[in-house]
């Protein structure tokens, strides 16, 4: 037993070293500056000092989309601290946010007082009573994250008129080059592909407020969503695409064709779902 015991002990510590080790040479290849956040908990400056370029709802889903969006009622599902809520609400769009985290909807409502509108912001208790109430959801940068993607879409088509629309972007999938939501740390495309998953985590504790110790734990909860797998997720939904569109890299559409490359160079995913149980 006691053989069995520091046997054990030495492959434990053998692993250790090994991460250790893989963290440091991984560690060579990440900015030595850390990023820099606000009091709200959203990014001000990257590892090199960049700040970000915050993307808004025209830029994912077209300048049309204040048109689609005009006379309906709309949920930002997954809305963080609010910001295309606060987008609708200034173009006179009846738009409301939902969240699971309180501290983001705290900062969310605060937000909004701060730009002078207001609309209401639910926490998952706080919505039973809005089944079938909306238009459209908008689901921005959230299906990598979700971690039972199932649950969300069967509560979305809960929330969501008979004739409703949910209207999705997430980025980056996967494959992207930056996958596993480190480019704050390192321009080191696909780390999570060639490092260890415990040597990634133990160097992301320096550079974000997390102690993740996986990439579920990590970044809000990291899905592994790849294009295949949304697919499949929306098949086994009450949903189906009225339309999807795989965004390359570069805007080189001529990758998303190519079976091979396809996961690899798709930067964003934007669909159209509508329900399939009428």
């Known amino acids: 037993m006691p053989a069995a015991l520091a046997t054990l002990g030495s492959g434990v510590a053998t692993k250790v070293r090994n991460i250790m080790l893989t963290a440091r040479v991984l560690r060579a290849f990440c900015y030595s500056t850390r990023p820099e956040w606000d009091n709200f908990g959203r990014l001000c400056r990257d590892g090199r000092g960049v700040p970000p370029k915050f993307l808004t ?9 204040w048109d689609t969006l005009n006379g309906a009622r709309v949920l930002d599902y997954g809305c963080g601290y609010g910001a295309d809520v606060i987008d609708c609400l200034h173009h006179g769009i009846n738009a409301s946010g939902f969240d699971v985290r309180d501290f983001v909807l705290a900062a969310a ?6 730009a002078g509108v207001t609309g209401p912001f639910y926490r998952p208790d706080e919505s039973h009573g809005l089944r079938g109430a909306f238009d459209y959801i908008l689901s921005v940068n959230c299906f990598e994250h979700y971690l039972n993607p199932a649950a969300v879409l ?7 008129k008979p004739t409703g629309v949910v209207l999705a972007y997430f980025s980056p999938p996967w494959l992207h080059p930056y996958g596993g939501h480190v480019r ?3 321009p080191l495309p696909w780390v999570h ?3 260890p998953e415990r040597a990634v985590m133990r160097l992301r504790t320096e550079y974000y407020a997390e102690n993740a110790t996986c990439y579920e734990d990590a970044a809000g909860g990291l899905n592994r969503m790849t294009v295949a797998k949304f697919k499949h997720v929306i098949a086994g939904s009450p949903f189906g695409f009225r339309r999807l569109e795989l965004l390359p890299i570069r805007g080189i559409r001529a990758v998303t064709k190519i079976a091979g490359l396809r996961e690899l160079l798709t930067t ?7 329900p399939n149980d009428l």
């Open 109 to 114: 409502r605060r937000q909004a007082e701060g």
């Open 184 to 186: 704050e740390m390192t």
């Open 268 to 274: 964003a995913v934007r669909a159209e779902l509508i």
């Open 193 to 195: 592909l060639l490092f």
């Open 154 to 160: 069967r509560h979305m088509r809960w929330l969501l």
């Open 57 to 65: 709802l025209p830029d994912r889903f077209g300048a049309e989309i």
